[in-house]
């Protein structure tokens, strides 16, 4: 039984129901809201572990209340919409959004996003190591390895990946990678990152199994692979 409370914001009833009903038997605590305002008056009453918030609100677009839930607590944020729009889940993404799921969607995948959101909630100790697959990163040394054998990596394929390991399991955009690896706002190009990703995966990645470790989300980013 979970001790995790889930607010769930959407202004469809049967979504609403279908979504109480999965968390429920997933043994979470649900509470919900079926616009804006309830949202922020629930977020502030129950403190919510994680929120499930659809755009499409009837007294205004979800994607103003990111940022404001956000500033609110340390919940995690998921975005369930039917909008799939590139734009906005890069949107969603860079206002403060952890993930992002296309409505139809799939009941026990949600339940699996929202299991790696919940492991990355609050201000948790950086880990010293993280695996994903069969690649063990090292963050105290910036060392890489593969089955056990060491992967020389570039700073800038280091960088990248570290990037992506601080959120494991959980997109991140194409425009926050490139703050964290390239510093110079002119340096900054998409084809820069194309270039160290596919690099990088030639590295920890079998040829036969390319996106097993990192995982591409077409138009918006990449997600680093983990376990669980």
């Not at 060491?150 to 991140?172: F, M, N, S």
Request: proline share 4%; hydrophobic share 40%.
């Amino acid at each position: 039984m979970s001790d995790a409370t889930i607010l769930v914001v959407d202004d469809e009833q049967s979504i609403r129901r279908l979504l109480r009903n999965t968390l429920e038997r997933a043994g979470y605590t649900v509470v919900e809201a079926a616009n804006g305002g309830e949202a922020l008056k629930a977020a502030e009453r129950h403190a919510p572990t994680a929120i499930l918030l659809d755009l499409g609100l009837p007294d205004r677009d979800g994607l103003s209340l990111v940022p404001l839930l956000r500033k609110m607590g340390e919940a995690t944020i998921l975005v369930v919409s039917a909008r799939d729009e590139t734009d906005q889940k890069v949107a969603a993404l860079d206002l403060g959004a952890d993930d992002y799921v296309t409505k139809p969607f799939d009941s026990e995948e949600l339940l699996a996003r929202l299991r790696v959101a919940l492991r990355h909630t609050g201000h948790r100790p950086k880990p010293k190591t993280l695996r994903a697959g069969d690649v063990e990163i090292d963050f105290e040394h910036r060392r890489v390895r593969r089955a056990g054998e060491e992967v020389h990596l570039t700073r800038k394929e280091y960088d990248v990946l570290a990037c992506l390991a601080e959120a494991p399991g959980r997109v991140v955009t194409h425009q926050r990678i490139l703050a964290a690896a390239w510093p110079l706002d002119h340096d900054r190009k998409i084809e820069y990152l194309r270039i160290v990703i596919r690099n990088l995966r030639q590295k920890i990645e079998a040829a036969d199994a390319i996106g097993s470790v990192v995982a591409n989300e077409l138009g918006v980013g990449y997600r680093l692979l983990t376990p669980g």
